[in-house]
């Protein structure tokens, strides 16, 4: 049988080891769905329910396995859904691949149905490597380039194939001068910088009295090594967001999360540290960053751009985080005064029992900090956690206690509702072994997981272990943006764009074949927690938790304050019951 374009194409992701696409149909990539089934069972094409869905799974599937995520749309509207998800693996820094259908070569140019110039379109989202197959023999160069890009730069490429290519016979290039001939690989390096850079930066960390650390995501091949240059200088140790899961909870310098949605502890950490170290992190918010001229900085990161770029470095040290960190282990001194840490440690166990306080606080119907503190202590040791964004993210980053055996991740960068069920849906197709819970508010349900929750009853019974929960803070409003207009703006909650209907998340599920389970009262929570990580099948809780229960900052400044208070005079219409809550999480530490 003659090979087409498609085919190579599919043939050729095989042999990169990519065993599994994202794609939905349409009469632009025909071609390619063709090949695809033709490939089976060699690789497999897995179907969400839109396009957006797909590059969501396309980015999962890069931050739970780091291969490249690859995810495949029609032309036109399939095409224009990708971007969301697309930019949320570029914001992350995730290899993936979208592979884009076209209308024919002869119509481009006529404003045919469909067309869009999709070149230019994707330049943003796919700067490093955008291209279009007009002709057979480009197809090997181009795919062989743009996977090894993507996992290169840690970013997204894009291919478009228009239909008419995706049938034409596959050519190789011919011995002749202008041909190419790409291979198949890629081997990532391990550097060093120089060694006087590394001497100087264990010199500043020798000195440093109080050390602090802040560690990103692209920790997550040097964890052990952060650990071990922790221990040895008596530092504490911060998380990014995007960290959460990669550094575990169970070492006692370990304060948590960084940033407005972070812990105590961690801007304990920042604002009384004479020294900071930043590994594989760009953290973004400068004012819970140590005051320019506190601390002296060194910065190690992958990305040379990325280098100096929030804080005022000393010393930056351009290579791979594990093998820089162990060169720095093998030049410090072991710190003897542990006064430091020992505060640390104090402080940070001070904030775990003061969570279990907050959680502990009436609230009507129930305090969403209790949901996350009881499922807390029931978590199993191997669980997959996604979180989506919103005001689930905030008790996702506070009230989890991780260990050494989880994953999981958050739409970081690009923090983009409607991530957490298609991000898990992807964690089950990549480790079906493993339990699942994806953590989502009322909003990005209605806006895309309802969606997504379709494709989980769909595949569920193939995986070994069918535990995949899906709880559903139902509160009935945009509640982290409700917060950040009294809190940012100083205004009262906008209810004409803050308010959600309610809906039965839990008879929904059911309706899918699914397990469906309510949380009404605070009696349900442990019960129901239980009940769902002993089921049979996945199973979508639906938690009505109380809108007025903020999420308190580490320390609330002038500013803050004075927009929670001009938001009440100003009329919100919460305003009681938001004072009320408030002082009593307030009250919860004495």
């Given amino acids: 049988m003659t090979q087409t374009v498609s085919d190579f194409i599919v043939e050729r992701l095989k042999t990169w080891g990519i065993g599994r696409v994202y794609g939905y149909s349409g009469d632009g990539i025909n071609g390619m769905m063709a ?24 980015s999962a599937h890069a931050k739970f396995t780091g291969q490249v995520g690859v995810c495949i749309s029609t032309s036109g509207p399939g095409a224009v859904h990708l971007l969301n998800g697309l930019y949320d693996a570029k914001k992350d820094h995730m290899p993936v691949l979208a592979i884009v259908g076209q209308q024919s070569r002869a119509s481009l140019g006529t404003d045919y149905q469909q067309e869009i110039d999709l070149t230019s379109l994707f330049k943003d989202v796919a ?15 181009l795919i062989d380039q743009a996977i090894r890009i993507a996992l290169a730069r840690r970013t997204v490429t894009t291919i478009v194939v228009p239909n008419d290519v995706q049938d034409l016979e596959m050519e190789m290039p011919s011995a002749s001068h202008g041909a190419v001939y790409s291979g198949v690989g890629y081997r990532k390096p391990a550097w060093l910088p120089a060694s006087n850079d590394l001497d100087e930066a264990a010199a500043i960390l020798d000195e440093g009295q109080k050390v602090a650390i802040l560690a990103g995501a692209g920790c997550k091949h040097a964890v052990d090594e952060v650990m071990a240059l922790a221990d040895k200088i008596g530092a504490g140790v911060a998380k990014a967001l995007l960290a959460k899961v990669i550094v575990p909870d169970d070492r006692d310098f370990v304060t948590g999360t960084m940033g407005l949605l972070g812990t105590q502890p961690s801007q304990m950490l920042m604002d009384n540290c004479d020294t900071l170290l930043m590994v594989g992190t760009r953290f973004p918010y400068a004012e819970f960053l140590p005051p320019e001229g ?21 010393v930056n040290l351009h290579g791979d985080a594990a093998a820089i960190v162990q060169a720095l282990i093998e030049r410090v001194s072991l710190k003897e ?34 949901v996350f503190w009881s499922l807390n202590q029931q978590l199993p040791d191997n669980v997959m956690l996604a979180c989506d964004v919103g005001s689930a993210t905030n008790w996702y980053a506070r009230y989890l206690k991780i260990g050494s ?18 991000y898990i849906l992807s964690a089950k197709f990549a480790y079906p072994d493993r339990p699942g819970v994806a953590m989502v508010g009322d909003g ?39 917060w950040e207009q009294r809190i940012m703006e ?21 309706m899918l074949g699914l397990k469906g389970l309510r949380m009404a ?22 938690a009505y938790v109380d809108p007025e229960i903020g999420p308190l900052p580490p320390h609330i400044n002038f500013d803050q304050a004075k927009g929670f208070i001009a938001s009440m005079i100003k009329g919100d219409p919460s305003a009681y019951r938001m004072m009320k809550q408030s002082l009593k999480q307030l009250a919860a530490k004495h």
């Fill in 405 to 422: 055996d989880m994953m999981g991740s958050v739409s970081g960068g690009l923090a983009s509702m409607g991530n957490g069920v298609p």
């Fill in 521 to 542: 009262q605070p009696e349900d929570v442990d019960r129901v927690w239980e009940e769902a990580l002993n089921a049979d099948r996945p199973v979508v809780i639906n």
């Fill in 294 to 314: 506190q601390a002296r900085a060194i910065q190690i990161d992958i990305d040379a751009e990325a280098l100096g770029l929030r804080y005022p470095t000393e």
């Fill in 444 to 482: 990005a349900m209605q806006m895309l997981g309802n969606q997504a929750l379709i494709g989980i009853s769909q595949y569920w019974q193939e995986w070994e272990d069918p535990r995949c929960i899906v709880l559903v803070l139902n509160n009935q409003d945009l509640n982290q943006v409700s």
């Fill in 127 to 141: 700067g490093h490597y955008v291209h279009m197959v007009s002709d057979p023999v480009q197809a090997r160069h």
């Fill in 337 to 370: 005064d542990r006064s430091w840490q020992e505060k640390i440690i104090e402080e940070t166990r001070d904030w775990w029992a003061l969570l279990g306080k907050r959680a502990q606080t009436s609230a009507s119907p129930i305090n969403p900090q209790y």
């Fill in 490 to 510: 100083g205004d009262p909650k906008y209810e004409t764009s803050q308010d959600l209907p309610d809906f039965a998340y839990d008879q929904y599920a059911e």
């Fill in 35 to 58: 090949a695809l089934r033709r490939a089976e069972p060699d690789i497999r094409m897995v179907k969400p329910q839109h396009e957006e869905i797909g590059a969501f799974m396309a």
